[in-house]
C-alpha cells in the first residue's frame, strides 16, 4: 500500500469532518436560529459571546453535561443505536464528493471511487435506519408514528431523488462524481449553461430537463432530510417530538446535528451535481469574452491559494444552500401527511421519469 | 331535648314562622324555634345556663291564641287556633313553648330589632377584628354581616374602658370589648360555683371585673373563654398565637383523668393550639376543666424522644425501627416468662392494652401491672383517677386493681428475679424501682413519650405517639368508651404506641396478621365480651356506654345520645 | 346537521402552487432584509433596556410591607394575608407588643413575616385583603437570588422594600 495515500486520507478525513462538517453543524444550527428569528423580527440567541457567535458552544457543554437518561421501557440496544445511525451515514456520504480542486498535488476528495452516486444513495438510504429503529426502540406511541412516516417518506422520495440525477448520467457518462463536476467546468454547470461554451445550441435545450432535475433533487433532498415542510416524522404539533420524543441529552444532540449533517451532505451533492462542485467562473478579456477559474495546479503559494480558495468556494456554495434551507422552513407550513405522499408518487415520480425521457431524447437528437 | 318522644313530657302545639309543630312543654322557646330550623340570634341565651334576657338580640314576634266570647281559642280553616300577635317583640330566650302559641323570626319587625340592636351593640366596640382572638368565631361578627350596617352613624370618641386586664391567670379580659351579656358571671356562679366575676358603674361605663381581691383562678375559668361570644375573654395561652380560621379541628378527649370530657383539638401544620370541650350530656355537659384543657404542651415539649435507640457498647444510640425492634424482642426471648415484667399505663388505649396482654400472653408474663395515678378531684367534672383508662385495664385483664402488682414487681426487680423489665409509657422510678435496680437489669424495654430519669437505663428506648396523635379507644371512669382521633403526626420517628407492640409481638411470636388499628379493635371485640359489635366507626363522637360503674349514670340517662345512633349500635351496646 | 363548506375554486396559478410559495419567501425574506438593516425594531433587550418609566399606575410587583407617618409597622399580624395567599407564600408569626412600647395599643404585631417570593404569584389578593393597608404591591420585579434562602423576604426586607406609606387611614387613634 501507498502509505502516502493513507496518510493524505486520513488527513482529509480528519480535516473535513472536523475543521469543516462539524463547526458547519453547529453554526447552521446557530444560523437556523439567528436567521429564523430575524425572519420573525425577532433577535434570537445574542448572548453567549459577540453576537452569540458562542452560542454553538454553551450548547454543547449543556448536551454534554445533561443526565444522560435511558427510560425503564426502552429496547436499550437500539435505542443507543439509533442516534448513531441517524449522524454516521450523513457524514460518510461526503466521502465521495469532490470538496475542492487540489492542494499541494492531493486531489481534494477522500474516495474518488467510479460509482460516486451509487454510493451516495447506498448510504444516505441508511439514514433512515437511525430514525425507524428509533421509533420502534423507543416503545412509545409518538416516536413509533414517527419513525413509520419517516421510513414511507424517506421510500417515497428516494425514488425521485435517483431519478432526478439520471439525466446527469446520461450526458456525463460517469458515475464518478469528479468527473462530473470535471464536465461542469468544461461545458459550463448544469443549470447555467452560459458558462463555459455558451454559444451551444444544445446546452441550452438541455438546460430544461436539467433544471427540472433540479428542482425534483432539492425537493426530495428536503423530504429525505425531514425538513420542513416535509418534517413529518417529527411534526411537534401532532407527535410531540417525533421519533425523537423519548430522548435526551447527548443522544438527542446527536439526531438533532445528524439532521444538520445531513442537510450539508444534501447541499454539497446538489451543489455537485448541479452547481459546479467547486468550481467559481469568472469572467475575463484575452482578446475575446472567456471564462476562466483558478485551481490549485500552480505553484507554491499560489497553488495553495488556489486549493483553499476552492475548496472555499465549494463550502460557500453549501452555505448559500443552507441559508435556502432554513429560509424555506421558516416560510412555508408542513405539508398534510397525504399530500406529501401524492406530492411525492403522483407528482415527482412521474416529473422524474418524464424528465429522463426529454433528456435522453435531447442527447440523441442533438448530440454534441 | 325534645327528641326525647318515648319522655312523659306533654306536647304542646306551637306555629313557628306559620308551620304548626309540636314541642315537649317546657321547651324555651329559642331552642324550639332552633329546632325548627330558624335560628335565633342570641349573646346572653346559653342553654346550659339561666336566661337573664340582657341582650335582647334574640327579640321575635310572639302570639297567643285568640279567644272567642267563650274563653275558648277561635280556631281557623286549619283547624288550629288563630293568633293574635303582640304588638311588642318579646324575648325568646325567658320563654317557655306553650299550646296554641304563634312565633316569627323573620318578619320585618323582628330584623328591624335585630339591626337596632347590633347597632347598639357596636357603638362602644372597638374596631381591631384584625388582632382580636375571637376573629373568625365571633358572634358579634357573624351577627353584623347579617343585620349590621356597614358604616357606624356614632361620630363621637367611643368610652375607653381597661383593656389587657389579666382576669386570673389563665384568662385576660379586654373590657372595651364586652357586651355586658353575663355569660361568664353565670358560668361562675352556676356552674363553676365560684362567684367572682361582676359588673361595675353605669350605663355605658359599665365593665366585667373580679370582686376585689379575687381573681378568676378557678379550674374552670376558661370555660368563660368558650362562652363568650366576644372578644372579650381570651385565653392568656392562646392569646395572639394562631387565628382561629386556620385550625383543623379534630373531635377527640381529653386524657387528663378519667372523666374523659369530649374535646376538640385546634391544630395547625402539625402543631397542636388548643383544646375546647365539645357538649356531650353524658360526659362533660359542655364544659372541661382549665387543667385538662391546658396539658398538651408536652406533645411539642422538646423533651420528647424522637428516634428509637439501643443500648450498644455503653450507651443508647439511634438505629432504626426495624433494628430496635428485633433487639429489644431478643432481649425478652432471651428470658422466661417468670423473669420478665410488664408496667402497661392506664394512659394507652384498650388496643395498647389488648396488644400488651397479647405480648404477656406470648412471653409467659404474669407480672403486669398498671401504675395508678392519682389527684385532688372536685364535684363538677375532675376526677381523682389521673389515668383515663383504668376501666380498660380493668376489662382487658391487665390489672383487676391498678397498682396491686406494682410492689410485687418492684421487689422482683430489686431482687434480680426479674431480668427483663417492660415499661410502656410510665416512668418506674416512680412505681417504685430503685435506679440501681433498673441499671442493674439485663433487659429493660422502654416505651415512652418524654425523657425522664428512667430513660438512660433503657435497653431498647421505643418513642411512642401523644393522644393527640394517635387513634384508639379509652373507656372513662363511668364505664363508656370514647374515641381518640388523629390530629397531629407524631414527630420525628415517633410511631402509634400500637404499631410498635404489634411489630413486638411479631418479633416475639413470629405471628400475627394485624395491619390496621380496625383489625385490633375487632379482633379484641372477638374476644371481650363488651366490645362485641362495635369498632372504632361505630362508637361514634360521643362514645358508647359499655360498663356498669361505681360512677355509672343510671341506667335510662345514657339512652339519651342514642337517639342518634342506628339500631345495631343499641343493641351492640 | 353537518355543514358543507364550499371548497373555493382555485384557479390553475393557484392550483400549481409555486407562485404563492415564492411570494412567501419573498414576503420571508423582506423581513429578514428589514432587520438585518435595523429597519424593524420589536424586541426590547432587557437587561440594557427597562421598561420602569412606562410602569402603570396599577403595576403589580413585589408585595411589602409599610410604616405610616409615625414610624408604626402598620401590620398588625391578623394573618388574613396567609389565609387568602392562592399559593401560601406568606408565613406570619404573631406576637404582642410590650406594655411600655411606643405602640402598645395595637397590642399585636408580627414578630416574624415571610413571604417566599419563589412562591408568590404577585395577584395582590393580600393588598386587597388587609384590613390595615399595611401590605401593598410595589413596583419592583426583578427579585433574584442564588439560593431559596436568598428569595424568601422576611419582615426587614419587606418594610425596607415597602417604605414609608403616606395618605391612609390612621385607626388606630383615640377614636378608634
Known amino acids: 500500500m501507498n502509505y502516502f495515500i493513507i496518510l493524505t486520507s486520513l488527513m482529509k478525513i480528519l480535516g473535513v469532518i472536523f475543521l469543516i462538517i462539524l463547526p458547519m453543524v453547529s453554526y447552521s444550527v446557530y444560523a437556523e436560529r439567528r436567521v429564523s428569528a430575524l425572519i420573525q423580527d425577532r433577535l434570537g440567541p445574542n448572548r453567549v459571546g459577540p453576537a452569540g457567535l458562542f452560542q454553538p458552544v454553551a450548547d454543547a457543554v449543556k448536551f454534554l453535561l445533561k443526565e444522560d437518561f435511558t427510560p425503564a421501557h426502552v429496547n436499550t440496544f437500539y435505542y443507543w443505536l439509533a442516534p448513531c445511525l441517524a449522524m454516521v451515514p450523513a457524514i460518510a456520504t461526503i466521502a465521495v464528493v469532490p470538496f475542492g480542486s487540489t492542494l499541494l498535488g492531493v486531489p481534494m476528495v477522500i474516495a474518488d471511487i467510479n460509482v460516486g452516486v451509487l454510493y451516495v444513495f447506498a448510504i444516505a438510504s441508511l439514514g433512515v435506519y437511525g430514525i425507524v429503529i428509533a421509533g420502534w426502540s423507543s416503545n412509545s406511541k409518538y416516536p413509533f408514528l414517527g419513525g413509520v412516516r419517516s421510513s414511507s417518506q424517506m421510500i417515497s422520495y428516494e425514488l425521485s431523488l435517483g431519478l432526478a440525477v439520471i439525466p446527469i448520467f446520461l450526458l456525463v457518462g460517469q458515475l464518478r462524481l469528479t468527473e462530473i463536476v470535471r464536465y461542469q467546468i468544461e461545458h459550463g454547470w448544469m443549470i447555467a449553461p452560459f458558462i463555459g461554451d455558451w454559444l451551444n445550441v444544445q446546452k441550452w435545450l438541455l438546460a430544461i430537463p436539467m433544471f427540472v432535475s433540479f428542482c425534483v433533487f432539492t425537493v426530495a433532498i428536503f423530504a429525505e432530510t425531514n425538513r420542513l415542510p416535509f418534517d413529518l416524522p417529527e411534526a411537534e404539533t401532532e407527535l410531540v417530538g417525533g421519533y425523537h420524543t423519548e430522548y435526551g441529552s447527548m443522544k438527542f444532540a446527536l439526531f438533532f446535528l445528524g439532521e444538520y449533517a445531513a442537510m450539508i451532505t444534501g447541499s454539497a451533492l446538489i451543489v455537485t451535481l448541479f452547481l459546479g462542485g467547486w468550481h467559481l467562473p469568472i469572467p475575463s478579456w484575452n482578446g475575446g469574452f472567456h471564462w476562466t477559474y483558478i485551481t490549485g495546479d500552480a505553484e507554491g503559494w499560489r497553488g495553495i491559494a488556489g486549493g483553499l480558495f476552492n475548496i472555499a468556494t465549494f463550502f460557500g456554495k453549501v452555505a448559500m444552500l443552507l441559508l435556502v434551507f432554513i429560509w424555506v422552513r421558516w416560510t412555508l407550513p408542513r405539508f398534510r401527511y397525504d399530500q406529501l405522499m401524492r406530492l411525492g408518487w403522483v407528482f415527482f415520480f412521474e416529473i422524474a421519469l418524464v424528465n429522463i425521457f426529454l433528456a435522453a431524447l435531447m442527447i440523441a437528437y442533438f448530440p454534441a | ?573 | 346537521m353537518a355543514i358543507t363548506v364550499r371548497r373555493p375554486n382555485l384557479s390553475w396559478k393557484e392550483r400549481i402552487y409555486l407562485p404563492a410559495i415564492l411570494s412567501g419567501m419573498v414576503i420571508t425574506m423582506r423581513h429578514l432584509k428589514n432587520m438585518i438593516f435595523g429597519r424593524t425594531k420589536v424586541t426590547m433587550e432587557y437587561p440594557e433596556e427597562k421598561w420602569d418609566s412606562h410602569m402603570p399606575e396599577h403595576y403589580r410587583g413585589a408585595p411589602a410591607l409599610v410604616r405610616d407617618v409615625a414610624g408604626r409597622i402598620r401590620c398588625v399580624a391578623c394573618q388574613l394575608c396567609e389565609f387568602i395567599c392562592p399559593p401560601r407564600a406568606i408565613k406570619i408569626i404573631p406576637g404582642e407588643l410590650p406594655g411600655d412600647d411606643k405602640f402598645a395599643k395595637v397590642e399585636k404585631y408580627p414578630n416574624e413575616f415571610d413571604i417566599d417570593m419563589i412562591r408568590c404569584i404577585y395577584c395582590g389578593m393580600c393588598e386587597e385583603v388587609c384590613p390595615e393597608q399595611a401590605i401593598f404591591l410595589r413596583k419592583d420585579y426583578a427579585i433574584t437570588g442564588f439560593t431559596r434562602e436568598d428569595m424568601v423576604h422576611d419582615k426587614e426586607k419587606l418594610l425596607e422594600i415597602g417604605g414609608v406609606m403616606h395618605g391612609v387611614v390612621l385607626k388606630w387613634n383615640e377614636k378608634k
Open chain 2, 1 to 573: 331535648m325534645s327528641d326525647q318522644v318515648s319522655a312523659p313530657v306533654p306536647l304542646v302545639n306551637v306555629q313557628v314562622d306559620g308551620v304548626w309543630r309540636q314541642f315537649p312543654k317546657g321547651t324555651r322557646l329559642i331552642e324550639a324555634c332552633e329546632q325548627a330550623g330558624s335560628y335565633v340570634p342570641r349573646y346572653c341565651y346559653h342553654k346550659k345556663l339561666s336566661s337573664p334576657g340582657n341582650c335582647r338580640m334574640c327579640l321575635i314576634e310572639m302570639g297567643m291564641p285568640k279567644m272567642g266570647p267563650d274563653r275558648k281559642p277561635v280556631t281557623g280553616d286549619d283547624g288550629m287556633p288563630l293568633i293574635n300577635w303582640m304588638p311588642r317583640p318579646q324575648i325568646s330566650c325567658a320563654q317557655d313553648v306553650a299550646e296554641g302559641m304563634g312565633v316569627r323570626t323573620t318578619s320585618p319587625l323582628v330584623e328591624d330589632c335585630r339591626r337596632g340592636v347590633m347597632e347598639f351593640l357596636l357603638i362602644n366596640h372597638p374596631l381591631d377584628c384584625p388582632i382580636c382572638d375571637q376573629a373568625g368565631e365571633c358572634r358579634l361578627q357573624e351577627f353584623s354581616v347579617q343585620y349590621g350596617n356597614a358604616e357606624s352613624r356614632f361620630l363621637e370618641n367611643k368610652v375607653k374602658k381597661p383593656k389587657n386586664v389579666e382576669l386570673g391567670p389563665r384568662v385576660t379580659l379586654d373590657d372595651e370589648r364586652c357586651i355586658l351579656c353575663s355569660r361568664c358571671i353565670r358560668f361562675c356562679q352556676e356552674i363553676a360555683k365560684d362567684d367572682v366575676l361582676g359588673f361595675i358603674d353605669r350605663g355605658s361605663h359599665s365593665v366585667l371585673t373580679a370582686h376585689p381581691q379575687k381573681k378568676l383562678e378557678n379550674n374552670y375559668s376558661l370555660n368563660t373563654v368558650d362562652i363568650c361570644p366576644v372578644g372579650a375573654l381570651t385565653s392568656s395561652d392562646f392569646r395572639f398565637k394562631m387565628r382561629v380560621w386556620f385550625l383543623k379541628e379534630t373531635k377527640s378527649f381529653c386524657t387528663s383523668c378519667a372523666t374523659g370530657c369530649n374535646t376538640v383539638i385546634g391544630t395547625r401544620e402539625g402543631v397542636v393550639y388548643r383544646q375546647t370541650p365539645r357538649e356531650n350530656d353524658a360526659v362533660n355537659s359542655s364544659w372541661m376543666c382549665d387543667y385538662g384543657r391546658l396539658n398538651f404542651d408536652y406533645l411539642h415539649s422538646h423533651r420528647r424522644l424522637l428516634e428509637p435507640k439501643i443500648y450498644s457498647g455503653g450507651t443508647l444510640v439511634p438505629a432504626d425501627w426495624q433494628t430496635v425492634i428485633a433487639d429489644a424482642a431478643g432481649q425478652l426471648k432471651h428470658f422466661n416468662g417468670p423473669q420478665i415484667a410488664i408496667i402497661a399505663s392506664g394512659r394507652m388505649t384498650n388496643e395498647e392494652l389488648w396488644l400488651t396482654s397479647r405480648l404477656a400472653q406470648s412471653l409467659g408474663v404474669h407480672l403486669i401491672d398498671i401504675v395508678p395515678h392519682r389527684g385532688a378531684g372536685d364535684e363538677i367534672l375532675l376526677s381523682e383517677d389521673r389515668n383515663p383508662n383504668t376501666n380498660g385495664a380493668r376489662l382487658l385483664r391487665i390489672s383487676e386493681e391498678p397498682g396491686a402488682r406494682l410492689q410485687t414487681i418492684a421487689r422482683a426487680v430489686e431482687r434480680g428475679d426479674v431480668k427483663a423489665l417492660v415499661v410502656l409509657g410510665e416512668n418506674p422510678l416512680e412505681a417504685g424501682i430503685s435506679a440501681d435496680a433498673l441499671s442493674a437489669l439485663p433487659a429493660f424495654v422502654l416505651l415512652d413519650l418524654l425523657e425522664n430519669p428512667a430513660t438512660r437505663y433503657a435497653t431498647a428506648l421505643l418513642p411512642s405517639a401523644g393522644f393527640a396523635e394517635k387513634r384508639g379507644s379509652m373507656i372513662n371512669g363511668k364505664g363508656r368508651l370514647q374515641r381518640l382521633n388523629r390530629a397531629v403526626s407524631p414527630p420525628g420517628q415517633a410511631r402509634d404506641d400500637w404499631e410498635i407492640l404489634r411489630d413486638l409481638i411479631q418479633a416475639v411470636s413470629g405471628q400475627n396478621g394485624i395491619y390496621t388499628i380496625e383489625e385490633v379493635f375487632a379482633q379484641m371485640s372477638q374476644s371481650v365480651r363488651e366490645f362485641s359489635g362495635l369498632s372504632l366507626s361505630k362508637i361514634g363522637d360521643l362514645g358508647v356506654q359499655v360498663m356498669e360503674s361505681a360512677e355509672s349514670p343510671s341506667p335510662d340517662e345514657p339512652a339519651k345520645n342514642e337517639g342518634n345512633k342506628p339500631e345495631s349500635e343499641k343493641a351492640a351496646s
